[in-house]
């Protein structure tokens, strides 16, 4: 499904659907220090029910589901929510193939609403009310997102530059660490809970950056097969260049919470 923002990319089209195999491959990677953050205080944990917006293939439900939540994740995008379903075979996760301003359970079902990675692209103004029903007296809306660095990292900024070069429009570059941008009109029915900002240090392998690299907005999801094998190919050519085997690449976490407020 071709989703269009004309503040993303310059309202360039992108399908999640396209990399769902290398998504799954390759975006499986934050580290353990990202999950025992949330784990740590008291969020997605044994008694609570969870709601995990644009699980994409469901990274966050998967990884957290040791820690004995029952877990629900939505996507808009079929071959997000298939891979989903396989990575999870033996896991009780529940998952639902619908946008998250369509998404509808009835009122007061989930201790904690997660979003990760994908906050920005939701309708706000429609999604806030229906979050705020959703949710138990007291719930969460955890909001979670991880990048690379690339003025302070010298691989990533070289790898970020190949996707410009390839789609100019793309809007992912030059992340610095910053907070989670919280709309205001979630200030109408949420207090903020609490909002922290780290940095990470990821592993990775040539093949496993091309990888990540090759799932993301800028490149897999947006370009043609012609034009992601041309990357692709110039990458790995780039990488053999200036990279050693294995490699750590600077990232930072965000999260941030907002409560319920009870009136």
């Known amino acids: 499904m071709n989703l269009t923002d004309k503040n993303i990319d310059g309202g360039k089209a992108f399908d999640w659907g ?3 195999k290398d998504y799954a491959k390759f975006r499986d990677i934050y580290p353990q220090e990202f999950y025992d953050r949330i784990i740590n205080r008291g969020l997605c944990v044994q008694g609570q029910k969870v709601l995990d917006l644009g699980t994409g293939t469901g990274v966050l439900p998967r990884n957290l589901y040791r820690y004995g939540a029952k877990w629900t994740g939505t996507d808009i995008s079929e071959n997000q929510i298939e891979m989903a379903r396989e990575l999870s075979k033996g896991m009780d996760i529940d998952y639902d193939v619908r946008s998250a ?30 979050l705020f029903r959703m ?67 990821v592993h990775f392998t040539r093949e496993s950056w091309n990888g990540r690299m090759k799932a993301c907005r800028g490149v897999g999801a947006s370009l043609s097969e012609k034009e992601t094998a ?19 690449i600077l990232h930072y976490g965000a999260l941030a919470a907002l409560k319920k407020r009870i009136s």
């Open 101 to 130: 301003e369509n998404t509808n359970f009835p009122d007061g079902t989930f201790d904690v609403i997660t979003a990760c990675q994908c906050f920005w692209y939701f309708n706000h103004a429609q999604i806030m009310p229906q």
């Open 18 to 20: 396209r990399v769902s």
């Open 135 to 201: 949710l138990k007296p007291n719930g969460r809306i955890l909001i979670l997102y991880m990048a690379w660095l690339p003025f302070e990292d010298k691989t990533a900024q070289a790898s970020e530059n190949l996707v410009l070069k390839y789609n100019p429009g793309w809007s992912g570059a030059g992340e610095t660490m910053h907070p989670v941008h919280i709309p205001g009109c979630y200030y109408e029915k949420f207090d903020p809970d609490f909002h922290e900002e780290f940095p990470l240090k």
């Open 230 to 248: 041309a990357w692709e190919r110039e990458h790995r050519q780039l990488l053999a260049r200036t990279a050693p085997m294995e490699f750590d």
